[in-house]
């Protein structure tokens, strides 16, 4: 029994001690998330102290072990003083799609003494729908845009699916569009925004931002992400041509674009609409134009105005005094990133309403800027189209092929050693049950001995345990040793480069197993070559995320300060690890092409009659081993056609229309093409050492227009290769198979929104044979932003290869193989001449 005295210090004490609030702000940057990715929560800790109080606060998710990851960081609470906090974590694919509502994870709070944990002062569960701002789940097929502010930009074309579909029947996959995020509220570190694949900023100022998420942005953008500015109509908040204005100044050209006043939108209209007919024809707005002579930092002209050319030799003839010709817009390469500039505020050109759809169109403007192709018809097209004629519309969904991380899970061997290991215990198990009981009893009944049967069996059991016991010994692990799949990209310094003393960095995604013999723990790290953030974490197979589910789950600690290195459980079997990396690749493992360069490659166009494109020159490589099955693509400097809205083929078999019958609706074309033109080959095999020749690779018969739909044009090879297999299989899951198959998924992955969209309109007189290719994940490692100016693409496959990803595990670089997958990207002159289109 406890005295009054004794009470009152226990009330006294439970009054001393420190209670913190917990209060979940946003569930997602932007409020949308994704299962099976990296996300980040925004949360809000109060402390009903008197003292200023160190704590250490955890997210708390299960990997795909079972075992309890603990996202933590470090902070000091004041005294009854809100702070807020974003955390990071990767959350576990949903396997029923949809319905992540039921996600529920924990965050706790613990009172932090001399870097360890001493009391919990908060235990709070969570789950999405208990944000402030109620988020939104991001399908794990779907892409993701941010828009900073609430404007629209003409982008609903990627996200708004037709009445009664579920999906955009001229894509292959939907983008989620987050719109109205506030600079105020941007992630601290990179991996927050690591879900998106472009951040457009069309309203606020950058000065809003705080350093650290400035940081987290410009990290974003030097590992692969895209960053678009859309500057106001009125004001100057982004202070071109100063570079100490803000934190975000030394991303923009030095000197500012000139402010045209009054420009008719209508002769904006080509590069942002497939149609004409503005509801006010007068219209007018400002743009800002870029001259090209005086661009720096990287950019290059993007996106020009029409302009009259003389298509016999090339040259422009623009009209003194116009805008014909001017650039609009420019883009720059930062890292394996971009950052692209618009001179026109579509933001504000999207409020007024000018046509009936948007202004401006995705495919017309956006799909150039981004790099992707694909139409995108507004719901009033689909309902246009399916009035006239119900024959119009294509009503098959067609096969869908899916990427998803199955076929790398067992490359890397996450299904083949556990089946055996699982059959071996069955085998051994049903012989010793065999041999055990009813072969003894029926062995000693013959031999007139079962009194004996004890005897026999404590023989048979200890032969059985020894067996056991030394397939245990011959089977486990006795070091540690990694078995990897992983994509190395490298941007090669361009032909018209200058050299300059930033370091050149690769990029690396890594998928690996790692076998961890003993048991205990073991620490798994990237080694660090360079001051990037880099990150390694307990790899979950998506979708379905099926791997091996320990029975006696542990925690470990995962700091926000220490990234790239996590300390886990071992049970004497492998576990299966993702690493994002970017540094510099040991010369002891190889050289990349064109590591000190590109000199004497030259890209050129001929004008006789039509465009014609060369490209000559030749590339060596010092990788450890041959590359095989290498695609090498050439992105010319010419654009493909803009889409238009024009009448359509009359469908075949169909009845005579009657003079006084509506004319059908228009439809698009060109339909779905890449934002510019280009060669495609295949090279079965380069070996170290051996030059590859570009103009007998690519133009073996000398220029040529590569804007032919044969199998030398990126879109009939991509065809050829990727879309008909799909579209025309009859067994879709098997449509690549073997070890062809599996380097064909990669290229879907590396060559996403390259791919030939799927079909929609009916191609009179004959069907049309539908595919669509989804993804579950990858969505950060798709190579078509480079579709949109001229470029080498080469990938090629290096077979039984040491890991080039510097991995450690407990401080000592274990023996690595497999397959690593080298993307190689030479940057091309652009010549802004060649980008207007006749007017």
Same mark, same amino acid.
């Given at each position: 029994m406890i005295d009054g005295i004794s009470a009152l210090a226990l009330v006294a004490a439970a009054a001393s001690m420190s209670q913190v609030d917990v209060q979940l702000d946003r569930f997602g940057v932007g409020d949308r998330w994704r299962a099976g990715d990296l996300v980040a929560i925004q949360v809000t800790f109060t402390s009903d102290g008197a003292d200023a109080l160190p704590v250490r606060v955890e997210w708390e998710i299960p990997d795909a072990n079972g075992d309890i990851v603990q996202n933590s960081r470090s902070l000091v609470l004041n005294p009854r003083q809100p702070t807020t906090r974003w955390l990071y974590g990767r959350l576990p694919p949903n396997r029923g799609g949809f319905g992540g509502g039921e996600l529920i994870t924990l965050v706790r709070v613990f009172e932090e003494r001399d870097g360890r944990r001493v009391r919990e002062l908060a235990s709070q569960r969570i789950k999405p729908e208990d944000a402030k701002n109620r988020p939104v789940e991001v399908s794990i097929e779907d892409d993701l845009i941010g828009v900073i502010g609430p404007g629209r930009c003409g982008l609903d074309g990627y996200e708004s699916v037709p009445a009664n579909s579920?999906?955009?029947?001229?894509?292959?996959?939907?983008?989620?569009?987050?719109?109205?995020?506030?600079?105020?509220?941007?992630?601290?570190?990179?991996?927050?925004?690591?879900?998106?694949?472009?951040?457009?900023?069309?309203?606020?100022?950058?000065?809003?931002?705080?350093?650290?998420?400035?940081?987290?942005?410009?990290?974003?953008?030097?590992?692969?992400?895209?960053?678009?500015?859309?500057?106001?109509?009125?004001?100057?908040?982004?202070?071109?041509?100063?570079?100490?204005?803000?934190?975000?100044?030394?991303?923009?050209?030095? &000197?500012?674009?000139?402010?045209?006043?009054?420009?008719?939108?209508?002769?904006?209209?080509?590069?942002?609409?497939?149609?004409?007919?503005?509801?006010?024809?007068? &219209?007018?707005?400002?743009?800002?134009?870029?001259?090209?002579?005086?661009?720096?930092?990287?950019?290059?002209?993007?996106?020009?105005?029409?302009?009259?050319?003389?298509?016999?030799?090339?040259?422009?003839?623009?009209?003194?005094?116009?805008?014909?010709?001017?650039?609009?817009?420019?883009? &720059?390469?930062?890292?394996?990133?971009?950052?692209?500039?618009?001179?026109?505020?579509?933001?504000?050109? #999207?409020?007024?309403?000018?046509?009936?759809?948007?202004?401006?169109?995705?495919?017309?403007?956006?799909n150039v800027v981004l790099g992707r192709r694909g139409d995108t018809p507004s719901a009033l097209d689909f309902q246009l189209w399916a009035d006239s004629d119900p024959r119009r519309l294509v009503r098959s969904v067609g096969n869908t092929f899916s990427v998803d991380g199955e076929p790398i899970a067992g490359r890397i061997g996450l299904a083949g050693r556990a089946a055996l290991s699982l059959l071996g215990i069955l085998v051994l198990f049903a012989s010793y049950w065999a041999v055990a009981a009813p072969l003894s009893w029926i062995v000693l009944g013959r031999l007139r001995r079962r009194r004996d049967a004890w005897m026999l069996f404590v023989i048979v059991a200890s032969g059985f345990t020894a067996v056991a016991w030394a397939m245990s010994r011959l089977s486990s692990d006795t070091s540690a040793r990694i078995q990897h799949v992983t994509l190395l990209d490298w941007v090669a310094q361009g032909p018209d480069e200058r050299p300059t003393d930033q370091p050149r960095w690769a990029r690396a995604t890594t998928w690996f197993s790692a076998s961890l013999p003993g048991y205990g723990s073991s620490t798994i790290a990237v080694?660090?070559?360079?001051?990037?953030? #880099?990150?390694?974490?307990?790899?979950?197979?998506?979708?379905?995320?099926?791997?091996?589910?320990?029975?006696?789950?542990?925690?470990?600690?995962?700091?926000?300060?220490?990234?790239?290195?996590?300390?886990?459980?071992?049970?004497?079997?492998?576990?299966?690890?993702?690493?994002?990396?970017?540094?510099?690749?040991?010369?002891?493992?190889?050289?990349?092409?064109?590591?000190?360069?590109?000199?004497?490659?030259?890209?050129?166009?001929?004008?006789?009659?039509?465009?014609?494109?060369?490209v000559s020159g030749s590339i060596v490589h010092r990788l450890p081993g041959t590359l095989r099955d290498v695609r090498l693509l050439h992105v010319s400097p010419l654009r493909n056609p803009s889409p238009r809205m024009i009448d359509p083929p009359e469908l075949a078999n169909a009845?005579?229309?009657?003079?006084?019958?509506?004319?059908?609706?228009?439809?698009?074309?060109?339909?779905?093409?890449?934002?510019?033109?280009?060669?495609?080959?295949?090279?079965?095999?380069?070996?170290?050492?051996?030059?590859?020749?570009?103009?007998?690779?690519?133009?073996?018969?000398?220029?040529?227009?590569?804007?032919?739909?044969?199998?030398?044009?990126?879109?009939?090879?991509?065809?050829?290769?990727?879309?008909?297999?799909?579209?025309?299989?009859?067994?879709?899951?098997?449509?690549?198979?073997?070890?062809?198959?599996?380097?064909?998924?990669?290229?879907?992955?590396?060559?996403?929104?390259?791919?030939?969209?799927?079909?929609?309109?009916?191609?009179?007189?004959?069907?049309?044979?539908?595919?669509?290719?989804?993804?579950?994940?990858?969505?950060?490692?798709?190579?078509?932003?480079?579709? #949109?100016?001229?470029?080498?693409?080469?990938?090629?496959?290096?077979?039984?290869?040491?890991?080039?990803?510097?991995?450690?595990?407990?401080?000592?670089?274990?023996?690595?193989?497999?397959?690593?997958?080298?993307?190689?990207?030479?940057?091309?002159?652009?010549?802004?001449?060649?980008?207007p289109a006749p007017r």
């Open positions: 579920d999906r955009i029947p001229s894509l292959n996959t939907v983008t989620a569009i987050a719109r109205g995020m506030d600079p105020r509220n941007l992630p601290d570190r990179w991996e927050g925004l690591s879900g998106f694949q472009a951040i457009v900023w069309s309203e606020g100022a950058p000065s809003a931002l705080s350093p650290e998420a400035a940081e987290a942005l410009l990290a974003w953008i030097r590992r692969g992400g895209h960053f678009v500015v859309i500057p106001p109509e009125a004001g100057n908040p982004w202070s071109f041509g100063s570079s100490t204005a803000h934190s975000l100044s030394p991303l923009l050209p030095s &000197a500012a674009p000139e402010r045209r006043e009054g420009v008719p939108i209508e002769r904006l209209l080509p590069i942002l609409s497939k149609s004409s007919g503005l509801r006010v024809a007068d &219209a007018a707005m400002p743009i800002l134009v870029f001259d090209p002579a005086k661009l720096d930092r990287g950019y290059d002209a993007l996106l020009a105005l029409p302009c009259p050319r003389d298509l016999s030799n090339g040259e422009l003839h623009p009209e003194p005094g116009s805008v014909d010709g001017a650039i609009v817009a420019v883009q &720059a390469r930062v890292g394996f990133g971009r950052v692209s500039i618009i001179g026109i505020d579509v933001d504000s050109l #999207n409020r007024r309403r000018l046509l009936p759809g948007d202004l401006p169109q995705a495919d017309v403007f956006w080694e660090p070559t360079t001051g990037e953030r #880099n990150l390694i974490g307990v790899w979950t197979v998506p979708p379905s995320g099926s791997s091996t589910v320990f029975p006696n789950p542990s925690r470990y600690d995962a700091p926000i300060s220490t990234p790239d290195s996590i300390t886990v459980p071992t049970r004497a079997t492998s576990s299966e690890f993702e690493a994002r990396w970017v540094g510099s690749v040991d010369p002891s493992w190889g050289t990349l092409p064109l590591a000190d360069g590109s000199p004497g490659i030259t890209a050129t166009v001929q004008w006789v009659v039509e465009p014609r494109c060369a009845p005579p229309r009657p003079a006084a019958a509506p004319k059908p609706p228009q439809v698009i074309q060109p339909s779905g093409m890449p934002p510019n033109a280009g060669r495609f080959v295949e090279i079965p095999e380069w070996a170290p050492g051996q030059p590859l020749d570009l103009a007998l690779a690519l133009y073996r018969t000398g220029p040529s227009t590569p804007f032919a739909g044969d199998l030398a044009s990126i879109s009939g090879a991509f065809n050829q290769r990727y879309y008909r297999p799909v579209a025309e299989s009859s067994y879709v899951a098997s449509t690549f198979s073997g070890e062809q198959g599996f380097r064909q998924q990669l290229d879907l992955m590396g060559f996403y929104w390259w791919l030939e969209p799927p079909a929609y309109i009916m191609n009179p007189p004959r069907d049309v044979s539908i595919g669509r290719v989804v993804r579950t994940f990858g969505h950060s490692l798709d190579l078509s932003p480079w579709s #949109n100016r001229p470029c080498l693409v080469i990938v090629g496959f290096l077979d039984g290869s040491e890991c080039p990803v510097p991995i450690t595990i407990d401080d000592e670089r274990p023996e690595s193989s497999g397959l690593t997958v080298v993307r190689v990207i030479v940057p091309l002159p652009v010549d802004a001449s060649l980008l």
